[in-house]
C-alpha cells in the first residue's frame, strides 16, 4: 500500500480510441502548444459539469500538459524567477519541493498539524508571505495526508493571494475523488487515462506566458490521446464515479479493519495518513520493517518533508501514508492483519495512549 497507481485501467473504449488515433498519420504532427482544440472545448465543458454551469472556464482558460507534474514544472517556470520564494505545506507532494529546488525557487514550509487533520492555516500562511513570496501551492485531496480541502479553507486562501496579488496554485490531481458537491467554488461568474496526460487551467493572459514556457519544455503534449479523449469525456462519467466509490469503499474498509493503536489522522484521494503506535521509533524504521519481515510496503512521512537535523533531539516522526489505490479488499484486510501482527513480533515498547 506504498504508491498512489490505480489498479484498474481505462475502459475498452478509451484503449480502441488511443489505438485508433495512435495509428492516424494525421496525428504525428505537432499540435498547439496548449493543446488540441477540441479536447480543450471537453475538459471546459467537463469542468463546467463538475464545478457547476455557473464556472467561468473557456478553453482559452486551459494549456494540455504531459502529465501534471509537467504542468506543475511549468507553472513554476512561469510564476517565479531563481530566489524568488512559493509556500507550499508540510507534509508536502515531493515532486513540488523537487522542482522548486531544480528552478532554485525557494520552498517555504507551512507546518500542518495532526491536531488539524493536517489542514493548512490561511493565518499561518500569511505571517510567511514575503516581497519574494510568487505562490501557495496547495494539493487537495492532499498527497501524502488525504486531506480533503474544504470549499471554505480554498476560498481564505484565495482571498489571502489575492491580497497579497500573488498567485495560488492548487494541484488537483485526486479532484475525482470527492463525490460530496464542487471541490470549490473558485470558478464561479481529468481524465482517466494513463498517457501521462495533465493540464492547467488558468486565465487566458497567463496561459500565453504558460505556452511560452511549455515551448521550452515540450513543444506540445502527445497527440494521440488528446484526439482520443476529446469525444469521450462525457460518456467516461460513469466509469470515474465508480472508479471514486470504489476508492471510498476500500478507505471505509482500512478504517474499519486497521487496528485500533493504529491512528488515522486524514484521510481522502488514494491515501491515508496514520501513526503508528511505537514507542521512540521512527517512521522509517517501521516501514523498513513492515517491508522486510511482514511483507507490508508503505511511506514514512520522513519523504513528505525537509531532512530533520540528526543533531538536534525530538521526538522521531511517526506518520505512515498508505495507499489504496492498488489493492483490492482481502489485501486490505491482510495488511492490517499484519500491521496487528507487528505490534507483538517487532518487540517495541507500545505507547500506552494509543
Known amino acids: 500500500m506504498s504508491q498512489g497507481v490505480p489498479g484498474v485501467p481505462p475502459p475498452k473504449s478509451v ?4 489505438s485508433r488515433t495512435s495509428s492516424d498519420p494525421t496525428t504525428c504532427g505537432y499540435v498547439p502548444n496548449a493543446g488540441e482544440l477540441s479536447l480543450r472545448k471537453a475538459i471546459a465543458d467537463e469542468m463546467k459539469f463538475r464545478y457547476g454551469d455557473d ?29 524568488d520564494e512559493m509556500i507550499i505545506p ?63 479553507l480554498i476560498s481564505a486562501f484565495a482571498d489571502l493571494a489575492r491580497k497579497y496579488k500573488i498567485a495560488l496554485v492548487i494541484d488537483e490531481t485526486y479532484r475525482d475523488f470527492i463525490t460530496s458537491g464542487p471541490p470549490h ?5 481529468s ?12 486565465s487566458p493572459s497567463f496561459i500565453s506566458h504558460l505556452n511560452t514556457a511549455l515551448d521550452s519544455i515540450q513543444i506540445c503534449a502527445p497527440r494521440p490521446p488528446q484526439r482520443a479523449l ?14 471514486a466509490d470504489a476508492v471510498a469503499h476500500r478507505h471505509t474498509l482500512f478504517r474499519e479493519v486497521l487496528p485500533k ?14 501513526r503508528h503506535p511505537f514507542v521512540g521509533i521512527s517512521a522509517s524504521k517501521v516501514c523498513q520493517r513492515l517491508a522486510e519481515e511482514l511483507g507490508v510496503v508503505c511511506l514514512p512521512a520522513e519523504f513528505f518533508g525537509p531532512k530533520h537535523n540528526e543533531s538536534v533531539q525530538q521526538e522521531p516522526e511517526r506518520w505512515v501514508r498508505f495507499s489504496v489505490a492498488n489493492v ?6 491482510l495488511v492490517c492483519k499484519r500491521l496487528a501482527e507487528s505490534e507483538t513480533a517487532f518487540g517495541w515498547s507500545i505507547d500506552p495512549k494509543a
Not at 56 to 83: H, K, Q, R, W, Y
Not at 230 to 243: D, Q, V
Not at 328 to 333: A, F, H, I, R, T
Request: proline share 10%; hydrophobic share 40%.
Open 15 to 18: 484503449l480502441d480510441a488511443l
Open 55 to 83: 464556472a467561468d472556464i473557456m478553453p482559452e482558460d486551459i494549456a494540455l500538459t504531459a502529465g501534471c507534474n509537467l504542468a506543475f514544472f511549468s507553472v513554476a517556470t512561469t510564476l517565479a524567477d531563481a530566489g
Open 90 to 152: 508540510i507534509p508536502w507532494y515531493f515532486n513540488h519541493e523537487m522542482t522548486l529546488t531544480t528552478l532554485n525557487i525557494k520552498p517555504v514550509i507551512l507546518p500542518t498539524r495532526p491536531e488539524d487533520a493536517f489542514m493548512p492555516s490561511p493565518e499561518r500562511c500569511e505571517r510567511l508571505i514575503t516581497p519574494k513570496t510568487k505562490a501557495i501551492v496547495l494539493v487537495t485531496p492532499n498527497n501524502p495526508t488525504g486531506a480533503v480541502y474544504p470549499p471554505s
Open 185 to 189: 467554488h473558485l470558478f464561479s461568474s
Open 191 to 202: 481524465a482517466p487515462v494513463r498517457h501521462r496526460l495533465g493540464l492547467v487551467c488558468a
Open 230 to 243: 476529446a469525444p469521450l469525456l462525457p460518456s467516461l462519467r460513469t466509469f470515474i464515479r465508480e472508479t
Open 261 to 274: 493503536r493504529w491512528c488515522i489522522a486524514s484521510q481522502g484521494g488514494y491515501y491515508a495518513f496514520v
Open 328 to 333: 483490492n479488499d482481502e489485501k486490505v484486510k
